[in-house]
């Protein structure tokens, strides 16, 4: 973003998610846990995010992409000796790991396209040397994602923000208004929505009878998670309870009899 683009005092949430390619819903979330908080607002009450914020947002865009959730990124920031400079050190340190791996497998596959052009078959040894390569850079670049399918997207989307207070999150219109696509956070990672397509043998609980997988979310405090869950009438399977293997939980349908389980470690 110009100089021009900024708004007097910082830049507005919305030029600031624009700039980013964030969504203004996880900005709000951000501010709201106190993860990023605008340094300023408006007479009007906007939200005004000064060159500090943006510093700031870089680095939790970073531990985010390194894995940590929410929670260690804020203890991370909050501490005193952890300054934009290192953090930049690490990005850097990682694009470099990642680079190097391309240029490895890139020169590997070089030799075997020009020893291709005299003999059908490479040298096993070669071969070996360009998977070792391909794995390593796969490793780097590899990120977990979870998928369910639902029918009703809207929906399921809508009760999962209200019910299980997942978010923030959003859904994706194809030209003729129909959603082809969901994201919604939850803790430390996002879960993408899926229509069901029958063709590919994707179908939701609902539409299967019955689920064949379950969502495990960890959460602050159990039995307040619980208390929310029924009061938005949510069916639940079975209430909090301490389990043999060291967590409290329970667990509850959504809108089409998915399972979901929230937990906690025992202390």
């Not at 964030?22 to 060159?51: M, P």
């Not at 000796?81 to 490895?104: F, K, N, P, Q, V």
């Not at 998670?225 to 399977?237: I, N, P, S, W």
């Amino acid at each position: 973003m110009t100089t021009e683009q900024r708004s007097d005092g910082g830049r507005r949430v919305g030029e600031l998610a624009t700039a980013t390619g964030l969504t203004v819903r996880t900005l709000h979330y951000y501010d709201e846990i106190g993860l990023l908080e605008a340094s300023a607002r408006t007479a009007a009450g906007h939200r005004l995010y000064a060159d500090a914020d943006v510093a700031r947002l870089y680095r939790i865009c970073l531990l985010r992409r390194l894995g940590l959730p929410l929670g260690e990124i804020a203890r991370a920031l909050d501490d005193p000796e952890w300054e934009l400079g290192s953090a930049m050190a690490i990005h850097l340190r990682d694009l470099e790991r990642r680079l190097d791996a391309t240029t490895r497998l890139r020169g590997r596959l070089a030799a075997l396209v020009s020893a291709m052009q005299t003999s059908d078959n490479p040298p096993t040894d070669d071969l070996l040397e360009v998977l070792e390569e391909m794995t390593m850079l796969d490793a780097t670049v590899q990120r977990r994602i979870s998928i369910l399918v639902y029918s009703d997207m809207q929906a399921a989307f809508e009760f999962l923000e209200r019910v299980f207070g997942l978010g923030p999150g959003e859904l994706t219109r194809d030209g003729e208004g129909n959603i082809v696509h969901g994201e919604i956070q939850a803790g430390d990672g996002v879960v993408w929505l899926h229509p069901e397509a029958a063709q590919f043998g994707l179908l939701s609980p609902r539409s299967l009878g019955g689920a064949s997988a379950s969502m495990a979310v960890m959460v602050d405090d159990v039995d307040a998670h619980y208390r929310h869950t029924l009061e938005q009438g949510a069916t639940v399977d079975y209430e909090p309870v301490d389990q043999p293997y060291g967590y409290r939980e329970y667990s509850a349908r959504d809108t089409e009899g998915g399972l979901w389980s929230f937990m906690k470690p025992l202390d």
